[in-house]
């Protein structure tokens, strides 16, 4: 199985920028699609950017142009580059990444969560 942890969550003031790091181990066949989701207090978690092992990426709207998400493949890690933030953005961030096993099952692992909170 592949554990995910991530790191650099914080605090920071409005239009601050903070970087997300997520760091992949353990045995997979292949780690497919890795991203980063968010939860905020009363809300459903929501995806804020993935990264294809292709290096295609995706945007939730709400962060497109101030979030950048970036892979190193060969070093099973994924960075969020988090610029221009807003209140609004505050929330756990959770890495995730689409993996199959050694045996082909696919399934989902899940980092720990880290806090990002922005003071206006």
């Known amino acids: 199985q592949v554990q995910l942890v991530e790191s650099g969550g914080g605090l920071v003031q409005a239009r601050g920028s903070l970087r997300l790091s997520c760091a992949a181990s353990?045995?997979?066949?292949?780690?497919?699609?890795m991203g980063w989701y968010r939860q905020a207090p009363g809300k459903q978690r929501e995806l804020v950017a993935s990264?294809?092992?292709?290096?295609?990426?995706n945007y939730a709207d709400s962060v497109k142009g101030r979030f950048t998400i970036s892979r190193d493949t060969a070093r099973a890690t994924v960075v969020l580059q988090m610029n221009g933030l807003k209140p609004e953005d505050t929330a756990v961030y959770y890495c995730?990444?689409?993996?199959?096993?050694?045996?082909?099952?696919?399934?989902?692992?899940w980092g720990q969560g880290t806090q990002v909170t922005v003071s206006s």
């Open positions: 990264i294809t092992i292709g290096g295609s990426a």
């Open positions: 995730n990444a689409e993996c199959l096993s050694r045996t082909y099952t696919p399934y989902d692992s």
């Open positions: 353990g045995i997979a066949y292949r780690i497919n699609t």
